[in-house]
């Protein structure tokens, strides 16, 4: 069984940044694709961030195109973690933010299709 930690929430004023992580325990990262997802209230839950299943450091990545060109979701196999680095944040990005992973190579942007999630983490964005 996975068990995912997501950290690094918080707030932040608009045009700020924060960097989430997410631990992973009970089988490596690199043995797992991961995601991000985030739900505010009263929304349905969106896909922000993928990153493939990779044996080094990398792998391919997708984004959300409400978030392209500010966030960044990399991994780090070496600690279990993959990250996702947010610049440039604005008010709409207020949510709580999860974590996903699955043992396909890439799960993608549907949520139905990560096996593994984490409790969240809130970020929220003054303006």
């Known amino acids: 069984q996975v068990q995912l930690e997501e950290s690094g929430g918080g707030v932040v004023q608009a045009g700020g940044s924060l960097r989430l992580s997410c631990a992973a325990s009970?089988?490596?990262?690199?043995?797992?694709?991961g995601g991000w997802f985030r739900q505010a209230p009263g929304k349905e839950r969106e896909f922000v961030a993928a990153?493939?299943?990779?044996?080094?450091?990398?792998?391919?990545?997708y984004y959300a195109d409400s978030v392209k060109g500010r966030f960044t979701i990399s991994r780090d196999n070496a600690v279990n973690t993959v990250f996702l680095e947010m610049t440039n944040l604005k008010p709409e990005d207020t949510a709580g933010y999860y974590c996903?992973?699955?043992?396909?190579?890439?799960?993608?942007?549907?949520?139905?299709?990560?096996?593994?999630w984490g409790q969240g983490t809130q970020v929220t964005v003054s303006s």
């Open positions: 996903a992973a699955d043992r396909r190579v890439l799960a993608g942007a549907r949520s139905w299709d990560y096996e593994y």
């Open positions: 990153i493939s299943r990779s044996a080094g450091s990398g792998g391919s990545t």
């Open positions: 009970g089988r490596t990262f690199s043995n797992l694709s």
